[in-house]
């Protein structure tokens, strides 16, 4: 076993990652745990580096389709409750990796903290949502980024400044990284006017994902002046169904992965609508979806 002796309860060997994610599909992780404690994650981080184990953060899987190999490495949650605190002082709100981005928000509006609102009902974590720059309502999260501390793959922690970080339309310069905490520079604003907009977008928010549908991803991002389920749609791709994977007829860059699914049904299907999308409008659509 390459991890230390006091650390060997925390990791479960083979661990299946299926009910980890949204889509409910995929094998399992050589080595998974979820360390209590800062100084836990970073011994263990530590040890897979020094035997050369790769090593990946899944949040709330809700942008990750594991293929069912699995993944032959170190696979590390951070749901745990001190890797997942928020606080704030003046208008700065400072959200651990794995906090729920739901919670960070609505922290952020209790406190009379404006400026996340518009990112009210993206699923996931603040350490996903900064390293991919989420978007929703025509604004990113990394414009209300101050700053960014991580870790390397060595286990070195650094704070980046907000100078020295690059976001672009749904991407970062933290790939790679392990993003620890986010600092987030917000407005001082009447809570109670913070909270009706907070449910606005929450409202719109839910009346565009599909009823009902627990195992899903949006597996697309729009392209340069262009909507992706527009794309889709005009390329005849709505309703589309690929043995157990199909993208829904309304809003086709929703990817519902029925009961059987393999992660196969879903490259597949994402290679189809690519491939159509692509001999209509010269467009090649690019994936927000991590296959790992
Ligand atoms: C119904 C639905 C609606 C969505 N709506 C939107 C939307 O409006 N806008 C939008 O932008 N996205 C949207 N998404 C995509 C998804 O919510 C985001 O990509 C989200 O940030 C994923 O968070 P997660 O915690 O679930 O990440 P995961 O799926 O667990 O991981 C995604 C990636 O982030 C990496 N990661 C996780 N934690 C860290 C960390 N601490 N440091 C570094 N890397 C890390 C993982 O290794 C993985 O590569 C939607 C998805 C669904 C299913």
Not at 27 to 55: M, T
Not at 90 to 98: D, F, I, M, P, S
């Amino acid at each position: 076993m390459p991890f230390p002796e006091h650390l060997q309860h925390l990791i479960q060997n083979d661990q299946p990652l299926a009910q980890l994610t949204w889509l409910g599909i995929g094998g399992p992780a050589r080595y998974f745990a979820e360390p209590h404690s800062r100084e836990q994650l970073i011994e263990l981080v530590q040890a897979a580096s020094k035997a050369e184990i790769p090593v990946r953060l899944l949040g709330s899987g809700s942008n990750v389709l594991v293929r069912e190999s699995g993944f032959d490495g170190l696979v590390l949650s951070l749901a745990a409750s001190s890797l997942s605190t928020v606080s704030v002082a003046e208008n700065q709100l400072t959200a651990a990796a794995g906090a729920k981005l739901s919670h960070a928000i609505t922290h952020a509006v209790g406190e009379g903290l404006g400026g996340l609102e518009h990112l009210a009902g993206i699923p996931g974590t603040v350490g996903a949502a900064v390293s991919g720059n989420v978007s929703a309502a025509g604004g990113d999260i990394g414009s209300l980024v101050e700053q960014v501390e991580v870790m390397e793959t060595d286990g070195t922690i650094r704070v980046i400044p907000k100078e020295d970080l690059q976001f672009s339309y749904r991407k970062s310069n933290l790939s790679g990284l392990l993003i620890l905490s986010v600092t987030f520079a917000l407005e001082k604003n009447d809570a109670i006017k913070l909270t009706k907009r907070l449910q606005k977008f929450w409202i719109v928010a839910q009346n565009q994902r599909p009823d009902g549908e627990p195992r899903l991803a949006q597996p697309f991002i729009d392209p340069d002046g262009f909507s992706a389920d527009d794309l889709i749609q005009q390329s005849g791709m709505g309703g589309m169904r690929l043995g157990n994977a199909s993208l829904t007829a309304g809003k086709p860059n929703y990817l519902l992965a029925h009961s059987g699914a393999t992660s196969d049904d879903i490259v597949q299907l994402l290679a189809r609508v690519r491939e159509q999308v692509s001999s209509q409008s010269g467009i090649d659509l690019q994936l927000n979806l991590q296959i790992w």
